[in-house]
């Protein structure tokens, strides 16, 4: 079974640039989630998708990030313009739900680095 | 929002058994306890879900006393490949609580 695919693996850009993420989830979860994992801390989740709906963006910065999840599989998530503190690893998760658990999967991540 | 806490770090042999205990004094009837690992450079990796006494999987066992306010995860006969951070996460499926990682668990598994 195929992973939780994302890219690129790294990215480096100027602050104030914008930069894109593409995440493709594994076939047949229906939520998907972006996380926020700055060095040293625990991953934050910046939004969760249930299909091609959001179920919560609380976290999500939205003055400058935005994420879609068009047609309900593959998802953006977008930062415009870019800060210093948005240097972090950008983790993508997709899970499905069993038995009234979930169990999620995740990617190996978007190195972003802000200079 | 149930708030986890664990050691930050952890040392251990190899061939040793290692366990890291989570309270979560607030856990929620509907809650169920994860544990997850991550290795530098990846993406946490799912490994143990319980929601009461003892769970145990090819690779873990998962214990919860009856309260629920803690849980340990058990890892038997760790090798070096096993060091890593660990995650306990609590909240019920599709909840916000359940996606709310803590600060983690550092484990070095020393030769």
């Known amino acids: 079974e195929a992973g939780v695919a994302q890219s690129p693996r790294y990215k480096i850009i100027e602050k104030r640039q914008s930069v894109a993420f593409w995440c493709n989830p594994i076939?047949?979860?229906?939520?998907l989630y972006w996380y926020q994992q700055i060095l040293g801390q625990g991953p934050k989740l910046l939004i969760q998708?249930?299909?091609?709906?959001?179920?919560?963006d609380s976290q999500l910065p939205k003055d400058r990030f935005s994420a879609e999840r068009l047609k309900g599989v593959d998802s953006t998530l977008k930062i415009q313009p870019a800060k210093l503190e948005d240097s972090a690893v950008y983790l993508c998760a997709s899970s499905f739900t069993s038995g009234g658990r979930d169990t999620q999967y995740f990617g190996p991540g978007t190195r972003l680095t802000v200079l | 929002l149930a708030k986890t806490t664990q050691p930050i770090s952890m040392d251990s042999y190899e061939g040793q058994e290692v366990n890291i205990t989570c309270s979560h004094n607030n856990i929620a009837t509907n809650d169920y306890i994860t544990w997850y690992q991550q290795f530098p450079s990846q993406g946490p990796r799912f490994i143990i879900q319980g929601y009461k006494t003892k769970v145990t999987n090819e690779v873990a066992s998962l214990f919860i006393p009856a309260d629920r306010k803690s849980s340990t995860l058990s890892l038997p006969r760790v090798s070096l490949s096993d060091t890593a951070v660990y995650y306990c996460l609590v909240g019920a499926s599709g909840s916000a609580r359940q996606l709310t990682f803590g600060s983690g668990t550092q484990l070095t598994v020393l030769p």
């Open positions: 998708f249930q299909n091609n709906g959001v179920v919560d």
């Open positions: 076939s047949g979860h229906a939520t």
